[in-house]
């Protein structure tokens, strides 16, 4: 016997009501200065995440692996940079010595 849900869009209207209710009561509830912390702590990680890392005076250096290359503080080398080499590009989108994030053109291949 299959079991009929009444009015299922009205409960999960509620449920989520429930949840912004709660959240807004939370916020208020919070003293300025702890709101004033997480604004502050949020745009901080905002930053981190849009910025990009600076790459301004960067002489040009031949590295002979990407580990060289990371432990002279060479990461990340972009193909305008002239230390850029595309033997040193694994997955040729211009950016050499990325770091590995995982998942995306990391798949076993066949021969």
Do not use: H
Not at 5 to 24: D, K, S, T
């Amino acid at each position: 016997m299959k079991v009929k849900w009444p009015n299922l869009g009205r409960w999960m209207l509620v449920g989520c009501g429930l949840m912004v209710g709660g959240l807004v009561g939370w916020w208020l509830t919070l003293k300025d200065w702890q709101r004033e912390e997480l604004i502050f702590r949020a745009r901080w990680q905002i930053a981190l995440v849009t910025q990009s890392p600076s790459t301004e005076n960067r002489p040009y250096r031949n590295f002979k692996s990407c580990n060289e290359a990371r432990l002279a503080g060479y990461g990340s080398m972009r193909a305008d940079e002239p230390s850029y080499r595309s033997e040193l590009d694994y997955d040729g989108d211009g950016v050499a010595c990325e770091p590995w994030r995982g998942g995306r053109g990391w798949r076993w291949r066949l021969p």
